[in-house]
């Protein structure tokens, strides 16, 4: 979760993202502490990590409904789908705090190049 413009600067201020309060999820630098990059390049421009987070979410799913039907089998009359259901729903509200984090990582690498000159400085 580095600066994607010089790769060397911290994007959050604490590298934990599970805290009891919320609010420290996204404390984040306004810019880079390294090379200056600003993080928000516009007003609500991190709405759009909600898809991000989204298509993370979904391929979570799929990755965790796979692994269980090789592991354990699926099947309607033992109600193992619902048993997927609940394990992964329970493990996606334990990875939301670091889903989102990195959502906003990713969104940022879309738009921010990473710059070979400003990682010599």
Request: net charge negative; glycine share 8%; charged share 20%.
């Amino acid at each position: 979760m580095k600066c994607p413009h010089c790769r060397r600067g911290d994007m959050f201020k604490d590298k934990n993202p599970y805290h009891l309060s919320f609010k420290k999820i996204f404390d984040m630098y306004d810019r880079c502490p390294v090379c200056g990059q600003i993080y928000e390049l516009e007003t609500g421009f991190w709405f759009g990590t909600g898809y991000v987070s989204y298509a993370l979410g979904v391929a979570f799913s799929v990755f965790t409904l796979i692994c269980y039907w090789v592991f354990v089998g699926l099947s309607w009359q033992d109600d193992s789908v619902f048993w997927w259901l609940g394990i992964n729903g329970v493990l996606l509200v334990l990875l939301q705090p670091w889903m989102m984090r990195i959502s906003r990582v990713i969104y940022l690498y879309f738009f921010v190049y990473y710059d070979e000159d400003t990682a010599e400085l």
